[in-house]
């Protein structure tokens, strides 16, 4: 046939092939003629004479550029369609549409590249499907969703980018009861020559994550926590310039976070809250003026200041936590200042009294409350040595150690992975590291650049161990716990808009969202919006 255009057609009960050219004069609207060819572009007009019962329809070395949507529905009642040699690149949506009785498609031999998710839609009789030998670097995902009759498929010789993309191919072939020839890796190079049928699925990486901005909440904040109430996520937000805590829930109605109350409290540096039953608490620790205890003794009721904390010892709190001892609840406030000390007040009656002072002296920036081996812990940062882990023994707790080549220590907070515990350690001037406990002391796994970080917090979101590096000079940077290295990758940096001095970070999850709160010193406190993204998709 040379060069020639040939339209093969097997007539119903004709049994014999025919060659069909345009005659003279008479060229089909979509094709341009020559004195013996016809070369179409997009999906050739068939004749007006052709048999409503055409069984086969072939396509050889024909001008056919592409497969539209339709380009079929005056011949439903084939049963075989081939198409060898083309030049088409695309195949778009609905393309076999009416061949509700097609049992044999072969598109092979052609330049396609590109094949739209839903251009097999309808074909639900197809039997034997090829696509072999074209330019396809991937196939769409649920290409042949409701393709139940399928017995052989041939996607031999494409030259597919082996990335998350097929994924979903390597899932999808021990899953159906076909013959499946799915051909080799073109790329990436480690893989190429590689026969798909031996990649393995789980060796592939294709989950991502992305923080992105939601809300912004005016007022800096040193602090924020979050707590349920009542079935109910909320935040506080330790916001010391407006002099307040300021409890924010979620609007279901605007889709956005609204504040709900607000507590006074001048000078705030902490707003730690405490759910007991019906109950809520809430310690402001204040940097003058003295650290107060608010309660709501049941719903429906407003939060009261009930109790000054410790007036002789809390005298420049930084930092307060909630630790659960003996299985009674108590808080720790790390002070600041060389006259006061660091305090443990314990539940007792209606309020929280001292139950044990520590590390006098010592001008504490942080304490960190964890457990290891089975019993309490608490860890202290200190302005003047390094941090020092006691353990809980007796009813008090007693020095056990100190963490070694850490100095100049502002923060630390502490994850769990994999049956390990893993501090994250904040240094101002210095890099931040990373240590695991190995049973008797933490010690160093990593390090991290950091130029004015006041924090360094690890926080679990769905299934990401992220932790997040703030910075007073630079973006904010978020990393993520790669269990297979155990050590913390960069995922990405927070902003725009930028974070201006962040202090806290804190998340909470409201019906299926998930949202990162980030408490700045100097600027607004920002709302990023938790998003899982499937590469493979």
Known sequence: MGGAGVLLLLLAGAGVGVAWRPPKGKCPLSCSCSKDSALCEGSPDLPENFSPTLLSLSFVRTGVTQLKAGSFLRVPTLHLLLFTSNSFSVIEDDAFAGLSHLQYLFIEDNEIGSISKNALRGLRSLTHLSLANNNLETLPRFLFRGLETLTHVDLRGNPFQCDCRVLWLLQWTPTVNASVGTGACASPPALAHMQLRHL???????????????????????????????????????QPFAGRCLILTWDYSLQRFRPEEELSAPSVVSCKPLVLGLRLFVLAARLWGGSQLWARPSPGLRLAPTQALAPQRLLRPNDAELLWLDGQPCFVVADASKAGSTTLLCQDGPGFYPRQSLHAWHRDTDAEALELDGRPHLLLASASQRPVLFQWLGGRFERRTDIPEAEDVYATRHFQAGGDVFLCLTRYIGDSMVMRWDGSMFRLLQQLPSRGAHVFQPLLIDRDQLAILGSDFAFSQVFRLEPDKGLLEPLQELGPPALVAPRAFAHITIAGRRFLFAACFKGPTQIYQHHELDLSA
């Open 200 to 238: 393995d699925p789980k060796t592939f990486k294709c989950r991502a994550i992305e923080l992105s901005w939601f809300q912004t909440v005016g007022e800096s904040a040193l602090g924020v926590e979050s707590f349920s109430y009542q079935g109910e996520p909320h935040i506080v937000l330790a």
